[in-house]
């Protein structure tokens, strides 16, 4: 009998987060079609390997050839955030075989892989509704089937000695899950089971997540130990905004051109620039400049937030706990708390907490297979 490998994929805005083994990989959600001339990198170029994923892909759902991750982006690849749905965005589906592809690179077994995959969709998205305003879950359908067969990642560059990986899912193995409610679960309960916060377990309970992403937020929420499907809800707004209007300031500001959200992100978080941006005019305090775009941004996702609670006959008072997660969750989550401390008894910004969705994937895939 073939070995199933259990595997978590977590596609963020910014990153691609893979769990194989125990271990997480994060690779950058850039990604580029290969309409050019291959490139080929040797042992000795500089940067980390997983900078230089030029990959032909030959799936059931899609195939050609792409760069993803730095490569894409210095060759001015786009970021999956270019809209549309997640569950048929094909640069996103690029972006997620060839990260689960490079995690399983070094496993130590020969192709045909077998997995079984953990991964989600954005609230909105995973309760999808019919035209009779019935939930029919079509794009999560939609997307296990995208997901499904015979999968081929071939890597182009000699830095990975031209290798091939070849995995197959079927249908039983795939579990798809709500983003946002599987970090709440991997928050609240340890890989045993048991609660890693009785006091927000317990019966009665109501344990809310608030996952902001780069270009959505996920509401989440759980009662004795089940999800609150009219808790849980998506808003159209994520951190991305606030950052795009920052490099409209800097634009203006300086003159810059070509001066985008992905190199805002390189100055504001990367340890060599600390958040200060030099140019020939003058020089840039990211960590000041970024203040009142957040405080802005907060404003407008918690107007969203309480919208949708009181349209689903919910409200802040009903809250026990709300955990902020996610990239966006760690950047406003001082501003979030400012404006609701007064309404909701707890409010933990959990630091970080990028990875929380993938691990929730992942212990959730793995007691599938258990089972």
Known sequence: MDIIIPVACDAGNDSI?????????????????????????????????????????????LKGSYYISELAGSLGGGMESLGGLKCENDLLLAAM????????????????????????????????????????????????????????????????????????????????????????????????????????????????????????????????????????FGIPIGVNEAHDMLCQRITARTGLQGFTRHNLKQVLFERDFNGLLRTSKEEFDLNEEKIPFYEKL??????????????????????????????????????IIKHLKDEIPKIIKVENSRSKNVEGYYSSIKSLLQN
């Open 17 to 61: 987060k893979v769990i194989v083994n125990e271990k997480v990989t994060y690779i950058s959600n850039l990604v580029k079609r290969a309409d050019t001339a291959r490139m080929v990198f040797g042992k000795g170029d500089i940067g980390k390997p997983e900078d230089y994923l030029d990959v032909t892909i030959d799936s059931p759902a």
């Open 298 to 335: 907060a404003e407008k996702l918690l107007y969203q937030f309480k919208r949708q609670l009181n349209v689903n006959n919910l409200s802040t008072s009903m809250i026990h706990v709300l955990f902020l997660i996610g990239g966006g969750g760690s950047e406003i989550g001082d501003y």
């Open 97 to 232: 075989l060839t990260s689960i592809a490079f995690s399983l690179k070094d496993i130590g077994q020969d192709s045909p892989l077998e997995i079984a995959l953990g991964t989600g969709l954005p609230v909105h998205e995973f309760f999808s509704q019919n035209s009779s305003g019935q939930y029919d879950y079509q794009n999560v359908i939609k997307f296990k089937k995208r997901l499904q067969g015979e999968h081929i990642i071939r890597f182009n560059s000699n830095l990975f000695s031209k290798k091939e990986i070849v995995f197959n899912l079927s249908k039983e193995n795939i579990l798809v899950l709500p983003e946002g409610y599987a970090a709440l679960l991997a928050l609240l309960y340890k890989s045993d089971g048991s609660s890693a916060y009785p006091e927000y377990t317990a019966k009665g309970i109501n344990s809310f997540a608030l996952d902001i992403g780069g270009g959505s937020a996920d509401v989440s929420a759980v009662r004795e130990g089940n999800f609150m499907q009219q808790a849980m």
